[in-house]
């Protein structure tokens, strides 16, 4: 309980109690929480509570297996009840809002460490009570879960599985972006047709701290769709090693080798048909049932991953989004194939090489100027060089190829878009030095040479020159780390880049970090 007097007088009270008996094999018992917050600007807090007061208690009952059991199972049922301030002729006062009720169970197979499954599924009704009080909707809700670990044979095969489907409500968006200190937001706006207002299509993700001026903030609608979702996360992990590391002939030969998958899929659609509405697998979803989209796949082979001299991973990665806002669909979608190889030739001297190409691309139904269809190949060789455990030095060459395929008749700029091209040669030095506990000094120098034959002041422009400009390009950067005793750490970091027909932009910055 809190009582407190200020510009606004608060009367706070909450309490949490349980009650369980233990009968034989079962335990059953009730749970309850109740809060109660009260905002007035009078001592007199009945005649004078802000809209800010609210109320809510939630009870359950439960039954379920003793925990001396290596097996765990049960069922409860549970309600809630929410109030508001409600303004009536002689005073406000806090007024039932809504009310839900839920039913669930779970249960739960642990007697094997290798192999575990676990399930739970809970049904939610929610009425509301007085519509005046809350911008929630009248809705039946389902929620279920299922996942299962599996490790076989000393390691040689480990796999997690999860799968959820549930159905409610979902609110549609629209967002608008708020200004923040530089370094501390997301987003960097462009102001691409000059005219100073800024417009929801000129903002890009930052590529570089001192860009990072803008959040992004979603604001919920009044409107409402109801949905059905489903999530499904697979991952599987091969590793002969774990059993043939000490073999000799074929098995030694292919411990060697190991494979990690992961697929991750969530979905959230109008669809009524539950086969499609709850199916994790389906590629193809009409654009007037899909609510929201997001899925990942990501597989690694790996060659010699232990190995001290030489190693290879083989990447491939396809990721994609698809997001229902008040002005209709955003679509992204990042494919790629990547091989990364690693060679210490001697002790001192070591190789890095990196070869990616894939395609990235954007479409919305409201900002077509933002459209692309970017298809790309980057190699990066690498060289290191490190005498002893307190210098390094690296000496990099990054070259990239850009080609957007996407065409547009014309955009708000009038300008034809579409088979833009883009050349980045990426030179680079990075020198480390670390003294043992003490600290460590970083410096990094990248001249960074540009050919682009599109519009430079444009969303495509930013994102096929990472934010740079054509021609010749200077990016720099200092950091120092101090260990000042056992518990303190002191960082300081400058940043600079300098572009054609641009001046330098410095960013510095400084941090001190207390361990305790």
């Given at each position: 309980?809190?009582?407190?007097?200020?510009?606004?007088?608060?009367?706070?009270?909450?309490?949490?109690?349980?009650?369980?008996?233990?009968?034989?094999?079962?335990?059953?018992?009730?749970?309850?929480?109740?809060?109660?917050?009260?905002?007035?600007?009078?001592?007199?807090?009945?005649?004078?509570?802000?809209?800010?007061?609210?109320?809510?208690?939630?009870?359950?009952?439960?039954?379920?297996?003793?925990?001396?059991?290596?097996?765990?199972?049960?069922?409860?049922?549970?309600?809630?009840?929410?109030?508001?301030?409600?303004?009536?002729?002689?005073?406000?006062?806090?007024?039932?809002?809504?009310?839900?009720?839920?039913?669930?169970?779970?249960?739960?197979?642990?007697?094997?460490?290798?192999?575990?499954?676990?399930?739970?599924?809970?049904?939610?009704?929610?009425?509301?009570?007085?519509?005046?009080?809350?911008?929630?909707?009248?809705?039946?809700?389902?929620?279920?879960?299922?996942?299962?670990?599996?490790?076989?044979?000393?390691?040689?095969?480990y796999s997690n599985t999860y799968y959820e489907i549930g159905s409610g409500l979902e609110i549609k968006k629209e967002f608008s972006y708020i200004q923040v200190p530089a370094g501390q937001g997301v987003y960097t706006w462009i102001d691409y047709n000059k005219n100073g207002v800024k417009e929801l299509n000129e903002f890009e993700v930052a590529r570089y701290a001192d860009q990072a001026t803008f959040i992004k903030v979603y604001t919920p609608t009044n409107d409402y769709i109801k949905t059905y979702s489903n999530q499904f996360s697979q991952?599987?992990?091969?590793?002969?090693?774990?059993?043939?590391?000490?073999?000799?002939?074929?098995?030694?030969?292919?411990?060697?080798?190991?494979?990690?998958?992961?697929?991750?899929?969530?979905?959230?659609?109008?669809?009524?048909?539950?086969?499609?509405?709850?199916?994790?697998?389906?590629?193809?979803?009409?654009?007037?049932?899909?609510?929201?989209?997001?899925?990942?796949?990501?597989?690694?082979?790996?060659?010699?991953?232990?190995?001290?001299?030489?190693?290879?991973?083989?990447?491939?990665?396809?990721?994609?989004?698809?997001?229902?806002?008040?002005?209709?669909?955003?679509?992204?979608?990042?494919?790629?194939?990547?091989?990364?190889?690693?060679?210490?030739?001697?002790?001192?001297?070591?190789?890095?090489?990196?070869?990616?190409?894939?395609?990235?691309?954007?479409?919305?139904?409201?900002?077509?100027?933002?459209?692309?269809?970017?298809?790309?190949?980057?190699?990066?060789?690498?060289?290191?060089?490190?005498?002893?455990?307190?210098?390094?030095?690296?000496?990099?060459?990054?070259?990239?190829?850009?080609?957007?395929?996407?065409?547009?008749?014309?955009?708000?700029?009038?300008?034809?878009?579409?088979?833009?091209?883009?050349?980045?040669?990426?030179?680079?030095?990075?020198?480390?030095?670390?003294?043992?506990?003490?600290?460590?000094?970083?410096?990094?120098?990248?001249?960074?040479?540009?050919?682009?034959?599109?519009?430079?002041?444009?969303?495509?422009?930013?994102?096929?020159?990472?934010?740079?400009?054509?021609?010749?390009?200077?990016?720099?950067?200092?950091?120092?780390?101090?260990?000042?005793?056992?518990?303190?750490?002191?960082?300081?970091?400058?940043?600079?880049?300098?572009?054609?027909?641009?001046?330098?932009?410095?960013?510095?910055?400084?941090?001190?970090?207390?361990?305790?």
């Amino acid at each position: 309980f809190l009582s407190s007097k200020s510009a606004s007088n608060t009367n706070f009270y909450r309490h949490k109690s349980s009650l369980t008996q233990k009968i034989k094999f079962l335990s059953i018992g009730l749970k309850d929480e109740f809060e109660q917050n009260k905002f007035s600007l009078t001592p007199a807090a009945k005649d004078s509570l802000l809209s800010t007061s609210y109320r809510f208690w939630e009870w359950q009952a439960f039954a379920q297996n003793a925990d001396t059991t290596k097996n765990r199972y049960g069922l409860n049922y549970k309600q809630r009840t929410d109030y508001a301030i409600k303004r009536n002729a002689s005073s406000p006062v806090l007024h039932k809002s809504a009310f839900a009720e839920s039913y669930g169970g779970f249960f739960e197979w642990l007697q094997n460490p290798s192999s575990q499954f676990k399930v739970n599924a809970a049904y939610r009704r929610l009425q509301i009570v007085d519509s005046t009080l809350t911008f929630q909707k009248p809705d039946n809700s389902l929620v279920a879960r299922l996942e299962y670990n599996l490790r076989a044979w000393r390691g040689f095969i480990y796999s997690n599985t999860y799968y959820e489907i549930g159905s409610g409500l979902e609110i549609k968006k629209e967002f608008s972006y708020i200004q923040v200190p530089a370094g501390q937001g997301v987003y960097t706006w462009i102001d691409y047709n000059k005219n100073g207002v800024k417009e929801l299509n000129e903002f890009e993700v930052a590529r570089y701290a001192d860009q990072a001026t803008f959040i992004k903030v979603y604001t919920p609608t009044n409107d409402y769709i109801k949905t059905y979702s489903n999530q499904f996360s697979q991952t599987l992990m091969l590793k002969p090693a774990a059993i043939w590391s000490e073999k000799k002939g074929i098995r030694k030969f292919l411990s060697t080798f190991a494979n990690q998958a992961s697929y991750r899929v969530e979905r959230k659609s109008t669809e009524t048909d539950f086969k499609k509405a709850y199916n994790p697998f389906l590629n193809q979803t009409t654009a007037t049932t899909l609510a929201a989209l997001t899925s990942s796949f990501r597989n690694t082979f790996f060659i010699n991953q232990m190995n001290p001299v030489f190693s290879m991973d083989l990447n491939y990665q396809d990721v994609r989004s698809k997001t229902l806002l008040i002005n209709g669909f955003d679509q992204l979608e990042n494919i790629y194939k990547q091989a990364q190889l690693r060679w210490n030739i001697i002790q001192q001297l070591s190789i890095n090489m990196d070869y990616k190409d894939g395609r990235k691309s954007s479409s919305s139904q409201f900002f077509t100027m933002r459209d692309y269809s970017i298809k790309y190949y980057e190699a990066e060789p690498k060289l290191n060089y490190q005498p002893n455990t307190a210098f390094r030095t690296s000496f990099s060459f990054k070259y990239t190829d850009r080609k957007n395929n996407t065409f547009n008749n014309m955009d708000s700029l009038n300008s034809i878009r579409g088979g833009e091209t883009a050349f980045l040669e990426d030179y680079g030095i990075e020198i480390k030095y670390n003294v043992l506990d003490k600290g460590s000094l970083n410096l990094k120098v990248n001249y960074v040479k540009i050919k682009f034959n599109g519009i430079e002041n444009s969303s495509i422009g930013f994102e096929m020159l990472d934010g740079l400009k054509t021609g010749k390009n200077m990016i720099w950067g200092i950091s120092y780390q101090r260990t000042l005793s056992n518990n303190l750490q002191l960082s300081l970091m400058y940043d600079g880049r300098k572009s054609p027909s641009n001046k330098a932009i410095h960013t510095g910055g400084a941090q001190i970090r207390a361990y305790f």
